[in-house]
């Protein structure tokens, strides 16, 4: 925006414009629906167990008890004018393949920003923070059962 320009009003900057094509209006993407679209894609990716950190994870846990699951979780944006950088937090199922998820979702990423909201994908950062063990479960619903046994 230049100085000459007035400022548009009631458009945050953390939204994206497009012109429409015929010229009748414009289009803006919030930057909260491009997270949701990479959130979405990734959880499509087998081996994925989950997105976020521990804090990130264990809030996610409290919000899905209540019916409020949050699909930008572990999933953070910057957004320009035509281009979109992202960084991503998961949790990987014992025994796939570290580096081969992180590529399956960072081309889920690319394809389903590129082709949902329709800009460049400058870059798509993976960071894996845990692993994710079934016999894990196994102990924690035995120390539960365990726990519950009250007179």
């Known amino acids: 925006m230049t100085k000459s320009q007035a400022p548009a009003p009631a458009a945050p900057a953390t939204q994206v414009k497009h012109a429409g094509k ?18 979405i894609a990734i ?18 846990s409290l919000r ?18 035509t281009q979109v950088a992202v960084d991503v ?16 979702a960072r081309d889920a990423v690319y394809t389903a920003i590129e082709d949902l909201v329709g800009m460049e994908v400058t870059e798509v ?7 994710h063990v079934p016999s894990d479960d196994e102990e924690q619903a035995d120390q539960a059962a365990r726990e519950s046994r009250v007179a």
Not at 24 to 38: L, P, Q
Not at 89 to 100: G, I
């Open 64 to 81: 899905e008890r209540v019916g409020q699951k949050d699909l930008t979780q572990g999933v953070n944006v910057e957004v320009g004018q």
């Open 125 to 131: 950062n993976v960071t894996i923070t845990d692993i």
């Open 22 to 39: 015929d010229g009748r209006g414009a289009t803006t993407v919030a930057d909260g629906v491009v997270a949701k679209i990479a959130g």
């Open 89 to 104: 937090t998961l949790v990987v199922e014992y025994p796939h393949a570290l580096q081969k998820v992180a590529d399956e």
């Open 43 to 60: 959880q499509e990716i087998d081996g994925v167990y989950a997105l976020g950190g521990g804090a990130a994870r264990a809030i996610g």
